[in-house]
């Protein structure tokens, strides 16, 4: 009997809501869910579909919210970190240019992940370039994860077959020292 992680239905809100909790630039490991979706059942196709639609609607927040207060905010860290106005410039300029490419590899990249999309917005590169290419990265990206997934998943199965038996026999037993303890500290076992 294979075994199933989550009910079919919350599988999709799962998916969307990790990613678009990612795509905003929080650390949520969507990437759990993604090589965990086939132990649920939900097809590769719909996954994938979900996942980056989550991912999109997330970078688009991310990126909005560097466009309303992020011009600032770099400004602020520029100065704190010594750097001179023609610099940050000639950063700006570099990041506008080639903005759509960072786009494209940062989806790879999980510490630049969150930060890029941000300053995307705050320096205004073209959404019309970048969305594109964070959309093909993102694709990319969940698709590697389903397959690597797929390709564990029978692992996965065996594994969930010992693990969750393991695990409620500990916690049981933490419970049950715990409850020894707190009828001791009151005077007794009984």
Same mark, same amino acid.
């Given at each position: *009997?294979?075994?199933?992680?989550?009910?079919?239905?919350?599988?999709?809100? @799962?998916? +969307?809501?990790?990613?678009?909790?990612?795509?905003?630039?929080?650390?949520?490991? !969507?990437? =759990?869910?993604? +090589?965990?979706?086939?132990?649920?059942?939900?097809?590769?196709?719909? %996954?994938?579909?979900?996942?980056?639609?989550?991912?999109?609607?997330?970078?688009?927040?991310?990126?909005?919210?560097? @466009?309303?207060?992020?011009? $600032?905010? =770099?400004?602020?860290?520029?100065?704190?970190?010594? *750097?001179? @106005?023609?610099?940050?410039? $000639?950063?700006?300029?570099? /990041?506008?240019?080639?903005?759509?490419? *960072?786009?494209? #590899?940062?989806?790879?990249?999980?510490? #630049?992940?969150?930060?890029?999309?941000?300053?995307?917005?705050?320096? @205004?590169?073209?959404? $019309?370039?970048?969305?594109? !290419?964070?959309?093909?990265?993102? =694709?990319?990206?969940?698709?590697?994860?389903?397959?690597?997934?797929?390709?564990?998943?029978?692992?996965?199965?065996?594994?969930?077959?010992?693990? %969750?038996? +393991?695990?409620?026999?500990?916690?049981?037993?933490?419970?049950? /020292?715990?409850?020894?303890?707190?009828?001791?500290?009151?005077?007794?076992?009984?």
């Amino acid at each position: *009997m294979a075994a199933r992680l989550a009910a079919p239905a919350v599988v999709p809100a @799962q998916l +969307v809501l990790g990613s678009f909790l990612e795509g905003l630039g929080l650390p949520i490991p !969507a990437e =759990l869910l993604l +090589v965990t979706t086939p132990l649920t059942g939900l097809a590769a196709g719909p %996954a994938l579909a979900l996942a980056t639609g989550g991912y999109l609607v997330g970078a688009a927040g991310a990126y909005w919210g560097g @466009q309303r207060g992020g011009a $600032r905010a =770099l400004e602020r860290i520029a100065r704190l970190g010594g *750097m001179s @106005q023609a610099e940050g410039d $000639r950063l700006s300029a570099l /990041f506008r240019r080639w903005g759509p490419l *960072m786009g494209l #590899v940062s989806r790879f990249l999980p510490p #630049v992940r969150a930060a890029s999309l941000w300053a995307a917005g705050a320096l @205004q590169v073209d959404p $019309r370039r970048y969305f594109p !290419a964070v959309a093909l990265s993102t =694709l990319a990206y969940n698709g590697l994860w389903l397959a690597a997934g797929h390709s564990v998943a029978p692992l996965l199965q065996r594994a969930l077959g010992w693990i %969750a038996p +393991v695990s409620g026999g500990i916690l049981l037993t933490l419970l049950l /020292f715990r409850l020894v303890r707190t009828r001791q500290g009151r005077g007794g076992l009984w």
